[in-house]
């Protein structure tokens, strides 16, 4: 049985609030106009050593309009619910077109999308965590602490539990309206220790999922294995020698790539980083437009898609903040790019990058704001990595490594501003001798620059291999914007990376 | 239920809160932010906004035989009927809480003389000056062939905290930032200019679009170097950039728990050992000129380094190092039990001083034979914690310094650095000044004071082929 729309989200007075902005709109004589409501619920829990810290509840609850007028965005939002403040909200808006209208020199112009009237969509959950007692799931997280604790390596321990119920309503002048809802959670746990000279930890490399409360005990994800096993886990770390620091071949599990997939190929294909609109922050984009069915961006058996349809994905919706379907298509194809995540606007700008029968170009459906106080920008869609049809298992994919290093899960991150150089660690690494597992190994980031990663990608497993990763704190944008999106990948064979040694890194 | 329409005050809504709430204690936090932004790219204006929103935090103590439950529940509200759902929210929450181990005796009775001034507002009239000057700047940038990229952001917060226990605290918080990125046109030479302000008179873009002309002109000689060690040069907004990190990483409670590079091997915490160079100071302070923030401690949940106990509790000048020695860090009531240390909340200022620090950046570039000048950092994270050890990249100008001047422009690079070492290896520092980082400034902590420093042999790891 799915979900149903919140009924105390759709007894608000959204659609009293939306005709009040849009006909002042109208009235002003704008060429575009979207409204858009939004309630997005949080509740964020934290567990340290048995204790609950803290548990935090937060709603932002507001609108905003959004208008083309003079050639010029203008953009406003207020939180009053009144049908007078909307239409106020919507003057505001009005007017700081006009101040942008003196510094906008290229017109704003969007692609055309087919009207949807009054649709609904719910994203696929059974239990909405946030209708779960806060202490039934203070006990789970206190219950994952004590267990972690029993294990000898473990000094401390720590949990938390992030969850977010969305609902969105959004209109335009032309006719669209959606109510949309989804829901998120990220549960996770670290166990830390000292060792003779040093200390470290080991955490959950379980993923951020779209689902419901049922997560933490259908099966999906085995959560009493990994407890079980993550006490151990770091005794074998503490143990472990420094790795040396030189060449390695790479087999990457999917609780670590997804972070490299997703900084560097899903960042580098957001189309308004090519186009330099993020490079005061964010940054660009070394897979320039120009590059588009040239750029070999990895080798033959890489095969990237975007989407925003995949079940219990983080980016997953209906319709995006521009009243756009959602869709799916490819981003790297046999090793070349081909295309790009995309907003109205851009797709307006470049049409050849999903053609419509007019020629128009139409948006992927990549727009979305995080909170109703905030613009919607081009953010990014599940970018992932396709397995090998019969292809290999994760043992095959190691067997044939002769020395080498088995990484799984993520711990820090970092590329350039154009996404060429990156550098990461991980939870655990393992050394492949000769093609079997022999131990864990310490200090460990490898770094590379993102064409020569994808390049040496030899092999990706079989659909057996993978799985779904992703983020809740992907940050983009000036303000500052948060997204949750997903990757999936299957597990995958890199030859001859650069792996650093962080102890050296820090000597001198 | 609808909200209803009737528009109230901040105070309203927490004398409303406490009224209602059925707790045994209640502390209510009302921030009231307006805000005005412009962004622009490729020369042109790309998005924009004025936002108002009103946040309620209520927190509801609940006593029981065991101890003293919480419930911490925020929402957008703006409206007494609002507020009245927040408190009924938190009150359940508490009740259903178990107890807290961070539980104190709440802060009483403080009040402050402006309590009943209404809340500050900005708006898109802040920009009445620097907006008909950007467009300028962006025709004279057309015309000599450079890109502008850029975002400006004011926002005005005022804060109301209030209690049962008779808390009335109101603090209002200007916060302002500028910041543009210049390009040539063929693309392969960026430079950036950016600082923190609190009312945005002090912002010409024509000035800006000056100072990037200048600095892409000293790319005109390119110079491509490897990865090695440099004598480097951050100018201020690095320093602070590295600066927030070390700040951000030092809790008591974890360097107690023995997981950061702030814990004794064996137990306990560093403070009162030497960690950096003689001479060096970092500190906090609500006082600060031009950096001023919030004097009292403002926590909507408890964590590691923050406990909704200690809300309202006064904030003063706090050294963290003073003279190389570790003196402080960030502390709870709870955890300041635990350390046996002084209670030291985090404060929303920092500031590095160097005793022998002197001069500018400039002075520093004039004193150094042949090294690099950085114009910011990017992307910095912690890579291993034992050291605090960060990863980064260098951004949008890497100049090249021989015999006391900049001769060109160097390729990017990844680096790998702590900031606690950087500290004890550093050669000159220039004084200190109010700073921006770029890489924290926008959106988690804009109100820094720093030096620029040179380090004789910086950690370049790798080169980033970025431009």
New interface residues.
């Given amino acids: 049985m799915s979900a149903q729309l919140d009924q105390t989200f759709t007894?608000?007075?959204y659609r009293s609030l939306g005709d009040a902005a849009l006909t002042r709109a109208r009235e002003l004589g704008v060429t575009h106009a979207d409204f858009r409501f939004e309630r997005v619920r949080y509740q964020?829990l934290?567990v340290?050593d048995g204790?609950?810290?803290?548990?935090?509840?937060?709603?932002?609850?507001?609108f905003a309009v959004r208008v083309i007028h003079h050639g010029?965005?203008?953009?406003?939002?207020?939180?009053?619910?009144?049908p007078q403040e909307a239409a106020r909200v919507a003057e505001?808006a009005v007017?700081?077109a006009l101040?942008?209208a003196?510094?906008?020199?290229?017109p704003v112009e969007v692609a055309d999308e087919p009207v949807y009237d009054d649709v609904t969509w719910v994203s696929s959950y059974l239990v909405n965590p946030l209708d779960v007692?806060?202490?039934e799931k203070?006990a789970l997280l206190i219950d994952w602490t004590q267990r972690l604790r029993t294990g000898a390596a473990v000094?401390?321990a720590s949990a938390y539990l992030l969850q977010v119920q969305e609902n969105k309503y959004y209109a335009d002048l032309h006719g669209t309206r959606t109510t949309q809802q989804r829901v998120r959670l990220q549960p996770g746990f670290e166990a830390?220790g000292?060792g003779a000279?040093?200390?470290d930890?080991m955490a959950s490399i379980a993923p951020p999922v779209g689902r419901g409360w049922e997560y933490l005990s259908d099966g999906s994800y085995d959560w009493d294995e990994e407890i079980e096993q993550v006490p151990e886990l770091l005794a074998q770390k503490l143990k472990a020698p420094s790795v040396e620091a030189g060449s390695y071949d790479l087999v990457i599990h999917p609780s670590n790539l997804w972070l490299t997939i997703h900084e560097s190929i899903g960042h580098a294909t957001e189309l308004d980083r090519a186009?330099?609109?993020?490079?005061?922050?964010a940054?660009?984009s070394?897979a320039t437009i120009d590059q588009l069915n040239r750029l070999q961006y990895g080798s033959p058996v890489m095969n990237v898609t975007g989407d925003r349809t995949v079940e219990h994905g983080l980016s997953t919706i209906g319709y995006d903040d521009e009243g756009v379907q959602t869709q799916t298509w490819d981003i790297v194809r046999d090793g070349v790019l081909v295309g790009y995540q995309l907003d109205r606007q851009m797709g307006r700008m470049h049409p050849g990058l999903n053609p419509t029968a007019d020629g128009g170009g139409r948006s992927n459906g990549c727009a979305y704001a995080d909170s109703p106080?905030?613009?919607p920008?081009q953010r990014m869609a599940n970018v992932s990595l396709q397995p090998a049809p019969d292809g290999p298992s994760t043992e095959e994919l190691i067997g044939r490594v002769e020395r080498g290093l088995y990484v799984v899960g993520d711990k820090?991150?970092?590329?350039?501003?154009?996404?060429?150089?990156f550098?990461f660690?991980g939870q655990r690494f393992y050394t492949i001798t000769d093609g079997q597992l022999v131990g864990q190994v310490r200090?460990v980031?490898y770094?590379a620059?993102t064409t020569d990663f994808w390049g040496s990608m030899e092999a990706v497993g079989g659909p057996q291999t993978w799985e779904l990763g992703g983020a809740f704190n992907c940050?983009k944008a000036?303000?500052?914007q948060v997204a949750a999106v997903s990757h999936g990948c299957p597990t995958s064979l890199f030859r001859g990376v650069?792996i650093?040694n962080?102890?050296d890194?820090?000597g001198? | 239920?609808?909200?209803t329409?009737s528009?109230t005050t901040p105070q309203s809504l927490v004398d409303q809160a406490v009224a209602v709430s059925t707790s045994d204690d209640c502390v209510v936090i009302v921030h009231d932010t307006t805000?005005a932004?412009?962004?622009?790219?490729?020369?042109?204006?790309?998005?924009?906004?004025?936002?108002?929103?009103?946040s309620v935090t209520v927190i509801s103590f609940v006593r029981t035989s065991e101890g003293v439950a919480t419930?911490?529940?925020?929402?957008?509200a703006?409206t007494q009927a609002q507020v009245t759902a927040l408190v009924q929210?938190a009150d359940a929450?508490a009740r259903?809480?178990?107890p807290?181990?961070?539980a104190n005796e709440l802060v009483r009775d403080r009040v402050s003389p402006d309590w009943h001034d209404s809340a500050v507002p900005t708006d898109?009239h802040v920009?009445d000056a620097f907006?008909?000057a950007?467009?300028e700047a962006?025709g004279r940038a057309s015309a000599a062939d450079r890109?502008l990229?850029?975002?400006v952001?004011h926002e005005v917060s005022t804060t109301y905290l209030g209690s049962t226990t008779g808390l009335r605290l109101r603090h209002v918080q200007p916060t302002g930032h500028y910041?543009?990125?210049g390009?040539t046109a063929d693309?392969r030479e960026?430079a950036?200019v950016g600082g923190a302000t609190r009312d945005f008179a002090d912002v010409d873009a024509l000035a800006l679009d000056a100072e990037l002309a200048q600095r892409l002109a000293w790319g005109s000689r390119r110079v491509d170097l490897p990865a090695g060690?440099y004598d480097t040069i951050l100018p201020p907004t690095a320093v602070a950039d590295l600066m927030i990190d070390a700040y951000w990483y030092a809790g008591a409670r974890v360097a107690w728990?023995?997981?950061s590079v702030y814990?004794q091997?064996g137990g306990g915490t560093r403070i009162g050992e030497t960690i950096t160079a003689p001479g060096v100071h970092l500190f906090s302070d609500p006082t600060y000129d031009g950096l001023e923030c919030a004097p009292f401690v403002l926590a909507?949940?408890?964590?590691?380094e923050s406990s909704?106990f200690d809300n309202g509790l006064p904030l003063a000048r706090t050294d963290w190092i003073r003279d190389g020695e570790l003196t402080g860090l960030l502390q709870t009531r709870h955890s300041a039990t635990m350390t046996q240390q002084p209670v030291t909340p985090a404060v929303d200022n920092l500031v590095l001083a160097v005793d022998s620090g002197a001069g500018s950046v400039e002075d520093l570039v004039a004193g150094t034979e042949r090294g690099l000048l950085l114009t910011c950092l990017?992307?910095?994270?912690?890579?291993?914690?034992?050291?605090l050890?960060l990863?980064?990249?260098t951004?949008?100008g890497v100049y090249l310094v021989e015999n006391g001047e900049i001769t060109g422009s160097v390729n990017?690079f990844?680096f790998?650095?702590?900031p606690i070492?950087l500290l004890r290896?550093f050669s000159h520092a220039s004084a200190t000044l109010p700073s921006f980082s770029r890489e924290w400034g926008?959106?988690y902590f804009s109100r820094t004071a720093t030096p620029a420093l040179r380090v004789p042999?910086f950690?370049m790891?790798?080169?980033?082929?970025?431009?």
């Fill in positions: 007894s608000l007075p964020r934290g340290r204790v609950l810290q803290g548990a935090s509840d937060t709603e932002d609850l507001g010029a965005w203008g953009f406003a939002s207020g939180v009053d619910l009144t505001t007017a700081v101040v942008a003196e510094m906008t020199s290229s007692p806060v202490a203070a000094d401390h830390m000292t000279d040093t200390f930890s186009l330099g609109y993020e490079a005061n922050y940054g660009t070394f106080g905030h613009i920008i820090s991150w970092s590329i350039d501003m154009q996404r060429f150089n550098q660690t200090d980031a770094q620059t940050g000036q303000p500052g650069r650093l962080t102890n890194e820090a001198h | 239920m609808s909200p329409t528009r805000s932004n412009l962004r622009w790219a490729n020369n042109t204006l790309t998005t924009n906004g004025v936002m108002h929103g009103i419930g911490s529940v925020s929402g957008s703006s929210a929450a259903l809480s178990s807290a181990e961070d898109i920009y907006a008909p950007l467009g962006f890109v990229y850029g975002f952001n910041a543009c990125t390009k693309l960026s950036w060690r728990e023995g997981q814990s091997r909507s949940s408890s964590d590691n909704v990017w992307y910095i994270r912690e890579v291993d914690p034992q050291s050890l990863t980064g990249l951004r949008d990017n990844r790998n650095e702590s070492d290896r926008d959106d042999d950690n790891s790798s080169v980033s082929q970025a431009m």
